[in-house]
């Protein structure tokens, strides 16, 4: 079928379509579904055979509109914060995984090469974390504490200081991916080879000496790592709307990378929040802390964290699919 023929074909069922959604008249979720359906339906024929049409752009913004029309129907008696955290981000994850699944790549790349730099290179951790850092480390670790560093302040300064630094350099991540995502690449880059030539140190130590690091650091470190991976995740989303805006225009892509983006690293606030407090409260007294205590507090923390952003996402949009809605 020709393009033009297309169009006259449907053009009084997506007027109507129009007035569904900005219509006074209100649609019950289940009537704007069966709309959207068929909007997708009309969509992907489009962008199989006018992939270069305006008539894409334009199914695309209404199968946008659409969408968000069902889901604000569906909330109105959801409270605005529960649906944003149960529903809202894990639905953003999720149509966004690969560029999740990009950030944790890069990170464990970048971390591999902080091991293999710090290996090869007795110079490099002083370079990368200081002489006086190293100096001191090396004192408590002598002493019997490799973690004793994080009993320096109050718990209060100390988790409020800590917790202040995480999330500015969460939300810089994140606003560095307006240079298309290298700047976030960069950021990233620059933790996870700290944090790689950081644990490399300490298992430079001594077996012994690093295990009792991994109890301590990772108190707080499961989540506070992870949180960044995320947030760098938002930053990529953010970066390739600006390189890849598909059917929609560039400012329009940008509005919306922007915004996915921004939903993602606010979600991630929580999971800092609770690392700092962690680590500002915790993490100094592992090495008093029985093992299984200490493993528990772990384990606990990182499938918290795993379980939101790596299984929850696909739970919401099996059950979004069992509804007959499918996810753009």
Do not use: C
């Not at 019997?144 to 302040?153: E, L, Q, T």
């Not at 109050?154 to 917790?163: D, Q, R, V």
């Not at 690392?275 to 299984?292: K, N, Q």
């Amino acid at each position: 079928m020709r393009e033009v023929a297309f169009i006259k074909q449907n053009k009084e069922k997506w007027l109507e379509f129009e007035q569904a959604i900005f219509g006074k008249a209100k649609k019950n979720p289940d009537e704007l579904a069966s709309l959207y359906i068929h909007l997708v339906n009309d969509l992907s024929y489009a962008q199989t055979y006018y992939p270069k049409s305006k008539a894409v752009t334009y199914l695309n913004h209404l199968a946008a509109l659409t969408y968000q029309k069902i889901y604000k129907t569906k909330r109105e008696d959801t409270n605005r914060l529960v649906y944003f955290f149960k529903t809202e981000v894990p639905l953003i994850v999720y149509q966004n995984r690969r560029y999740i699944f990009y950030a944790f790549l890069l990170f464990f790349v970048f971390t591999a090469i902080g091991v293999l730099s710090a290996m090869n290179d007795e110079n490099f951790v002083r370079l990368i974390l200081g002489d006086e850092y190293v100096n001191k480390t090396l004192e408590f670790i002598d002493q019997g504490n490799p973690v004793a560093i994080y009993k320096s302040g109050s718990n209060w300064g100390s988790a409020f200081g800590i917790t202040l630094n995480n999330l500015r350099v969460g939300a810089f991540s994140f606003i560095m991916g307006i240079f298309g995502g290298l700047g976030t690449a960069w950021v990233l880059m620059q933790n996870a080879i700290m944090l790689g030539a950081f644990q490399y140190f300490f298992y430079e130590q001594g077996e012994g000496v690093f295990w009792k690091s991994v109890r301590g650091i990772w108190i707080h470190g499961s989540m506070e790592i992870f949180a960044m991976i995320i947030e760098a995740g938002a930053g990529l989303i953010f970066g390739a709307a600006i390189l890849f805006p598909k059917t929609y225009s560039r400012v329009e892509s940008l509005k919306m990378g922007l915004k996915n983006g921004l939903k993602i690293w606010f979600s991630t606030m929580p999971f800092t929040i609770a690392a700092g407090l962690l680590e500002g409260f915790i993490t100094r007294y592992s090495p008093d802390m029985p093992i299984a205590l200490n493993l528990f507090i772990i384990l606990a923390t990182l499938g918290a964290i795993s379980w939101y952003y790596l299984i929850y996402p696909f739970r919401v949009n099996k059950k979004l699919k069992q509804l007959h809605v499918p996810a753009l």
